[in-house]
């Protein structure tokens, strides 16, 4: 039995993806949580072999909570289904831990393949991921500025883009101001941008905010 926890911000999102893991007799649904923080409480308190969570949320976020959740159960594998295109986050939330990425376009059919090899401890690479990676080794010097970020930068990046103060990202990551001045210097020089509102236009053109 592949023990499941589904985060997502919509009550109707979880209520679906429930329903239609129920029909699946290897699948149980044990835990849910709707933001980024109750993710982290969820693994904390719950047993779980796969946790399938959105990105968009409000207040700690996916991307937030992802880092989390590898420090505090390393062994759950995480399935991020978003929103966002495979192409806008896809490369650089492998890169920071996830087990797999879908798209909520995706045929429901592929869900239950990702959960169940990510519970086999293997990642899950669909065919649009496995082509970006591709594109990627074929074109090293073409990737895109944000994809250079480490992950903590690419954290800070976004919620600048968003347009939070120093003062609330600390907050948020549990980090310093001086702390988040220094990531947002470093970020602005591998991006070669010199202001926030170059961040929120790059961000707002490459479609990583809405």
Do not use: W
Not at 172 to 194: H, P, Q, W
Request: hydrophobic share 40%; net charge neutral.
């Amino acid at each position: 039995m592949i023990k499941i926890g589904i985060v997502d911000d919509h009550a109707i999102v979880r209520s679906g993806l429930r329903q239609f893991f129920s029909d699946h007799v290897d699948l149980r649904v044990v835990g849910e949580a709707a933001s980024g923080r109750e993710a982290i409480d969820l693994v904390r308190t719950t047993e779980i072999d796969v946790l399938v969570m959105d990105l968009s949320m409000p207040g700690q976020s996916g991307i937030d909570a992802l880092a989390m959740i590898r420090a505090k159960a390393p062994d759950v594998g995480v399935l991020i289904l978003s929103g966002y295109p495979e192409e806008h986050y896809a490369l650089n939330l492998i890169r920071q831990g996830a087990s797999g990425y879908l798209n909520k376009q995706c045929d429901p059919l592929e869900i239950v393949n990702a959960i169940r090899t990510i519970a086999l401890g293997r990642r899950y690479i669909s065919p649009s991921v496995a082509e970006l990676l591709a594109q990627q080794l074929n074109h090293k010097n073409d990737t895109a500025p944000h994809e250079q970020l480490s992950e903590r930068e690419f954290q800070v990046f976004l919620k600048l883009a968003k347009g939070e103060t120093a003062g609330d990202i600390a907050k948020a990551l549990s980090l310093s101001v001086k702390t988040v001045s220094t990531y947002r210097t470093r970020l602005m020089e591998k991006m070669n941008l010199s202001s926030n509102s170059d961040l929120t236009y790059y961000a707002l053109k490459n479609k990583l905010i809405d």
